[in-house]
């Protein structure tokens, strides 16, 4: 079973309250899945076509887990919160075996 990945690239947070808020309600969400944060956003260098920005990666112990735990009605109330408060890039990737 191939592990998944949460991929989030922030463009741009509008609304630091809201991210604050999204970040309280989803936090324990990906720590109840057992999701492990890889990348916070530290420093990013960007190449090609890329952009430097805020990059957050989790990982899961298989790909269905994160995308079951996208759709979980909790992580679903985080998104509500954040609402319109960040300009996101948000992707589920299946691992490599």
Excluded: C, N
Aim: charged fraction near 25%; glycine fraction near 8%.
């Amino acid at each position: 079973m191939s592990k998944g990945y949460w991929v989030v690239a922030y463009r741009s947070i509008s609304d630091p309250a809201k991210s604050a808020a999204y970040v309280k309600l989803a936090v324990p969400v990906v720590e109840k899945a057992k999701g492990r944060f890889l990348t916070l956003g530290g420093q990013v260098v960007a190449h090609e076509a890329g952009v430097a920005e805020r990059t957050v990666v989790i990982e899961f112990d298989s790909f269905e887990l994160a995308v079951a735990t996208h759709d979980s009605e909790d992580y679903q109330k985080a998104l509500t919160v954040l609402g319109d408060g960040a300009d996101r890039d948000f992707r589920i990737v299946e691992g490599a075996d």
